[in-house]
């Protein structure tokens, strides 16, 4: 009984996340969002007149480093934070739940990039959108396990 309960919290973790990331990558193309930093990378794809995929490759590239960069760290935290946790299962959650969000954000960042590739120097079209966003999204699920890994253990 306890596996199915691990089996329905974890996948609840993982598809609000890609929920969170999937909602917020448009909310962040509409409002004309972008980071408050930019990496030679990125600039280096809008300088050279890279092909729409060309730059979205430079984007997914980096993006995808700062997810695996980035799931070390917050598996720390969790881990951390899960120590002090006085609210059972759902404290245990709440605490994975916020790390994996964090994922996500740099997951949606990347996306935004990616839409505004394909809405000023691309072809307009979201094919090419699609199939490197989607690349960017199995980066962050399977960063994202990590750290559902992490919550697994801990709440046993």
């Given at each position: 009984r306890m596996n199915i309960m691990k089996k329905i919290t974890i996948l609840g973790i993982?598809?609000?996340?890609?929920?969170?990331?999937?909602c917020s990558a448009t909310g962040n193309v509409e409002k004309g969002e972008s980071s408050s930093y930019k990496t030679e990378k990125t600039n280096e794809a809008k300088s050279e007149k890279l092909t729409e995929e060309q730059q979205d490759q430079v984007i997914l590239d980096e993006y995808s480093k700062k997810i695996?960069?980035?799931?070390?760290?917050?598996?720390?935290?969790?881990?951390?934070?899960?120590?002090?946790?006085?609210?059972g299962l759902e404290g245990l959650?709440?605490?994975?739940?916020?790390?994996?969000?964090?994922?996500?954000?740099?997951?949606?960042?990347?996306?935004?990039?990616?839409?505004?590739?394909?809405?000023?120097?691309?072809?307009?079209?979201?094919?090419t959108y699609n199939e490197f966003s989607k690349k960017l999204t199995d980066v962050y699920t399977t960063e994202a396990a990590k750290i559902t890994e992490a919550y697994t253990s801990s709440a046993q």
């Amino acid at each position: 009984r306890m596996n199915i309960m691990k089996k329905i919290t974890i996948l609840g973790i993982v598809l609000s996340g890609l929920f969170l990331t999937a909602c917020s990558a448009t909310g962040n193309v509409e409002k004309g969002e972008s980071s408050s930093y930019k990496t030679e990378k990125t600039n280096e794809a809008k300088s050279e007149k890279l092909t729409e995929e060309q730059q979205d490759q430079v984007i997914l590239d980096e993006y995808s480093k700062k997810i695996t960069d980035a799931t070390p760290g917050l598996i720390d935290e969790y881990n951390a934070e899960a120590t002090s946790n006085t609210s059972g299962l759902e404290g245990l959650a709440t605490i994975s739940n916020s790390k994996v969000s964090k994922l996500a954000e740099i997951s949606t960042e990347g996306m935004s990039k990616m839409a505004e590739v394909m809405m000023s120097n691309g072809s307009g079209k979201q094919d090419t959108y699609n199939e490197f966003s989607k690349k960017l999204t199995d980066v962050y699920t399977t960063e994202a396990a990590k750290i559902t890994e992490a919550y697994t253990s801990s709440a046993q």
